[in-house]
């Protein structure tokens, strides 16, 4: 590791030359170099703490030795193999570049470190012996194990894809938790319960204690008693009014068929107008003996009365 010091030189004003002569006043660059220096100085000093907490210890971890030589079984975390055997193990294995890491014991060469991308949210750094760790943002979650990639959040009454996106729960099923699958409907209650409350996308049906069944249909069949009733009711003043107008109608029917019978004075005014029928063809009975026409006077006051 490097030190950085700041070394101070005292120059003797008998060195300059009689004609050159010092400014009182500070250069400005030299003003701004001043203000600067404490501020580049703290970033080297948390950077030093920072490489020293992050310090990769370079070599082999394990080691066998084959004759003259030391071989590397495993090197420290965060290390790749530089060569198998050698004559110093410190330097048979060396730790992987900023930006690279390795999490196996004997490689010969480190890998990339993963970067975060959008709706990804880095929740570690990577460093020589880790990739960087990815998490989601709010209403993502991780697509697989690794969460190489990130998905969008099912609610419940959803359940995810194999298109990785979400879809309603079918009719007949339900999902009460967050990205979960859909589960069916219970197909029926248990004995001496009925279902109050039927399912829907987020629940399950509920089954309970309902009404008595014997109270139900107590209150049931009176219903269909009265209605009957009614029903019948209507339907013979309905026949009554059909058997009234029909035989009204009867009785005008016959009243205009019946021949109707002249008056007593009608009767009286026919039968005379017949007599003088009769006696204008027949003269001669006019001329008869007394006794027809005592007759004829007699049957003429029978009709007349």
């Known amino acids: 590791m490097s030190l950085f010091r700041r070394v101070w030189v ?23 170099m001043r203000l600067i220096q404490p501020g580049l100085c703290h970033i080297l000093l948390i950077t030093t703490v920072l490489y020293t907490t992050e310090a990769v210890t370079s070599g082999c971890q394990t080691w066998n030795i084959k004759g003259d030589k030391v071989c590397c079984e495993k090197c420290n975390p965060g290390n790749r193999l530089v060569a198998q055997c050698g004559l110093d193990r410190s330097v048979l294995c060396t730790p992987c570049k900023p930006n690279t890491f390795t999490v196996l014991p004997l490689t010969p060469y480190c890998h990339r470190c993963t970067q ?82 039927h399912g829907n996308e987020f629940s399950d049906i509920q089954c309970g204690k309902g009404p008595d069944a014997t109270s139900s249909d107590n ?61 204008f063809h027949q003269p001669e009975q006019e001329q008869g003996g007394s006794s027809e026409s005592i007759n004829t006077q007699d049957s003429e006051s029978k009709l007349i009365v």
């Open 10 to 32: 005292k120059v003797p004003p008998t060195t300059f030359s009689p004609s050159f002569t010092l400014s009182q006043e500070p250069h400005p660059q030299s003003t701004n």
């Open 116 to 197: 975060c991308i959008d709706p990804q949210v880095q929740e570690k750094p990577c460093n020589a012996s880790a990739d960087t760790v990815c998490g989601c943002k709010s209403g993502f979650r991780c697509g697989d194990q690794e969460c190489t990639y990130c998905i969008e959040e099912c609610t419940k009454g959803q359940e995810p894809t194999d298109e990785r996106d979400c879809r309603k729960c079918p009719d007949g099923t339900f999902n009460d938790k967050i990205h979960s699958a859909c589960k069916p409907w219970t197909k029926r209650c248990p004995e001496g319960e009925q279902i109050i409350v």
């Open 219 to 279: 209150f049931f069949y009176p219903l269909i008693g009265i209605f009957a009733a009614i029903s019948a009711l209507i339907i013979i003043l309905f026949l009554l009014l059909w058997f009234a107008y029909k035989r009204t109608k009867n009785k005008s029917q016959s009243k205009d068929l019946k021949p109707t019978t002249p008056s007593q004075g009608e009767l009286t005014i026919m039968m005379v107008e017949h007599e003088e029928a009769c006696s």
